[in-house]
């Protein structure tokens, strides 16, 4: 096949088959999905022109992919980012005509979020033409990802799957479920999370390693669905360490460190229910993760040393592994799972 513009060649994953009815779907940049549906759709439905500037904020990922569809359509592009911007995808970012403003470190992840959100804020009142993304907010951003469930629904031919992925926004695994869903597969929808992320009441319990930060959050996202996930599982630095670690040297496979976490709860999955295919999102390569991750390969544990606890309520929660029935629930239940007493039903 041949494409108009990079950004369409590197969206779509390749699908690896690790052992029967285990795969991964590794990607370039999965998030291109969605800043392409995007900034398309904004500029057909005139919410935005070839005057406007694109403005979010982005740990990278989220910058790299929509600094891809303004290249596309032509468009100048504007991104606040975070202290985590790896020096390399900052210069690969400004290099495709995008202003990358850095924020000096609010102490917090937390505290940098809302700096950045604030930022941002600034910048719209000061410039008309400035168009805000809301990568976290809006859910335009899901639309991009059916392309990605036909897919898997030609390549993976049943009608029973589980999914591993990342939750961060809430787009990526939370739109997989919602189009497969509709298209009549029996999903199982599995969400990661790092410790100390907000998204499903993790925020107390810390871990000193974290820096995988894009697939959690300090901050409420509204795109995060609550009722498409089936269960949640909290990982520490270390836990996707060793599954980073393994997909490279089991499978060559070099991916970020969220996707060395989703591998960890596939396998652990896939080992307890061989007879349903599981999919393993990996959502980005192992590039920005050179240094702070793949240097450290002797420090990783064989992955067989992990074992998730299968918790029932926050208080519970410890790492390097914790596991929760989540049952698609709506958000009002996060308040149950992380009430200070919990009556046994």
Request: charged share 20%; net charge neutral.
């Given at each position: 096949?041949?494409?108009?513009?990079?950004?369409?060649?590197?969206?779509?994953?390749?699908?690896?088959?690790?052992?029967?009815?285990?795969?991964?779907?590794?990607?370039?940049?999965?998030?291109?999905?969605?800043?392409?549906?995007?900034?398309?759709?904004?500029?057909e439905r005139e919410i935005i022109n070839r005057h406007s500037i694109l403005i979010d904020?982005?740990?990278?990922?989220?910058?790299?992919?929509?600094?891809?569809?303004?290249?596309?359509?032509?468009?100048?592009?504007?991104?606040?980012?975070?202290?985590?911007?790896?020096?390399?995808?900052?210069?690969?970012?400004?290099?495709?005509?995008?202003?990358?403003?850095?924020?000096?470190?609010?102490?917090?992840?937390?505290?940098?979020?809302?700096?950045?959100?604030?930022?941002?804020?600034?910048?719209?009142?000061?410039?008309?033409?400035?168009?805000?993304?809301?990568?976290?907010?809006?859910?335009?951003?899901?639309?991009?990802?059916?392309?990605?469930?036909?897919?898997?629904?030609?390549?993976?031919?049943?009608?029973?799957?589980?999914?591993?992925?990342?939750?961060?926004?809430?787009?990526?695994?939370?739109?997989?479920?919602?189009?497969?869903?509709?298209?009549?597969?029996?999903?199982?929808?599995?969400?990661?999370?790092?410790?100390?992320?907000?998204?499903?009441?993790?925020?107390?319990?810390?871990?000193?390693?974290?820096?995988?930060?894009?697939?959690?959050?300090?901050?409420?996202?509204?795109?995060?669905?609550?009722?498409?996930?089936?269960?949640?599982?909290?990982?520490?630095?270390?836990?996707?360490?060793?599954?980073?670690?393994?997909?490279?040297?089991?499978?060559?496979?070099?991916?970020?460190?969220?996707?060395?976490?989703?591998?960890?709860?596939?396998?652990?999955?896939?080992?307890?229910?061989?007879?349903?295919?599981?999919?393993?999102?990996?959502?980005?390569?192992?590039?920005?993760?050179?240094?702070?991750?793949?240097?450290?390969?002797?420090?990783?544990?064989?992955?067989?040393q992990f074992k998730p606890q299968i918790i029932n309520h926050a208080n519970e929660l410890?790492?390097?592994?914790?596991?929760?029935?989540?049952?698609?629930?709506?958000?009002?239940?996060?308040?149950?799972?992380?009430?200070?007493?919990?009556?046994?039903?």
């Open positions: 096949m041949i494409y108009d513009h990079i950004a369409e060649a590197l969206k779509e994953p390749k699908i690896v088959k690790l052992e029967n009815n285990f795969y991964l779907a590794r990607f370039e940049s999965m998030k291109i999905y969605s800043t392409l549906y995007a900034v398309k759709s904004l500029l904020s982005s740990s990278g990922i989220y910058a790299y992919a929509l600094a891809l569809a303004c290249h596309k359509y032509q468009l100048k592009c504007h991104i606040i980012a975070s202290k985590t911007v790896e020096p390399s995808m900052k210069t690969q970012i400004e290099l495709l005509g995008a202003y990358v403003e850095g924020v000096p470190s609010a102490g917090s992840l937390k505290l940098d979020q809302s700096y950045r959100v604030e930022k941002v804020e600034q910048l719209l009142k000061e410039n008309s033409n400035y168009y805000w993304m809301q990568q976290y907010h809006d859910d335009i951003h899901y639309g991009g990802y059916e392309a990605f469930a036909n897919i898997i629904l030609n390549d993976i031919n049943t009608e029973k799957l589980t999914i591993v992925g990342g939750i961060g926004s809430g787009c990526s695994t939370g739109a997989l479920g919602v189009f497969l869903r509709q298209k009549g597969i029996k999903i199982t929808l599995c969400g990661i999370q790092p410790f100390g992320s907000v998204t499903f009441g993790a925020q107390d319990v810390y871990d000193p390693e974290i820096i995988i930060a894009g697939i959690g959050s300090a901050i409420d996202f509204r795109n995060v669905k609550y009722e498409n996930y089936d269960s949640i599982d909290w990982l520490s630095f270390d836990c996707c360490l060793s599954g980073t670690i393994e997909l490279i040297k089991r499978y060559a496979i070099y991916a970020g460190l969220s996707s060395g976490g989703s591998y960890c709860v596939g396998k652990y999955l896939f080992q307890h229910n061989p007879s349903t295919p599981c999919l393993v999102i990996a959502p980005d390569t192992g590039h920005r993760y050179a240094g702070s991750v793949f240097a450290r390969h002797h420090e990783a544990k064989p992955l067989e410890a790492l390097p592994w914790s596991r929760y029935l989540w049952d698609r629930k709506e958000k009002s239940h996060l308040c149950e799972f992380t009430s200070l007493i919990h009556i046994e039903s």
